[in-house]
């Protein structure tokens, strides 16, 4: 078994800051690309930021306001959001592209986080 689990979503006003985390465990061989996505009511799940070997993407609404790293060694991923607004309340959900001990490669999320941005 594969999971990502999610954590750092909250409550917090317009201006204000948070990182959210999203660490991968199992049958774990091998962790290739991450990334956050997030899901706002009535609306289609969205990229926000992806990882790469040599890259970052981001999407053009969180471009210069969020920051996407991660830490191989823990297998986790992270995303330091600033300057939040409120339209970026939304449910967040972190994947992975990982390769297990049976050599089966394929993509995993994880359960969403949820972050409101609210005065």
């Known amino acids: 078994q594969v999971q990502l689990v999610e954590s750092g979503g909250g409550l917090v006003q317009p201006g204000g800051s948070l990182r959210l985390s999203c660490a991968a465990s199992?049958?774990?061989?091998?962790?290739?690309?991450m990334g956050w996505y997030r899901q706002s009511p009535g609306k289609l799940r969205e990229l926000v930021a992806t990882?790469?070997?040599?890259?970052?993407h981001y999407a053009d609404s969180v471009k210069g306001r969020f920051t996407i790293s991660r830490d191989n060694a823990k297998n986790t991923v992270y995303l330091q959001m600033n300057n939040l607004k409120p339209e970026d309340t939304a449910v967040y959900y972190c994947?992975?592209?990982?390769?297990?001990?049976?050599?089966?490669?394929?993509?995993?999320w994880g359960q969403g986080t949820q972050v409101t941005v609210s005065s």
């Open positions: 994947n992975a592209d990982i390769l297990d001990h049976t050599l089966r490669r394929e993509g995993y």
């Open positions: 199992g049958s774990i061989f091998s962790v290739y690309d």
């Open positions: 990882i790469t070997r040599g890259s970052t």
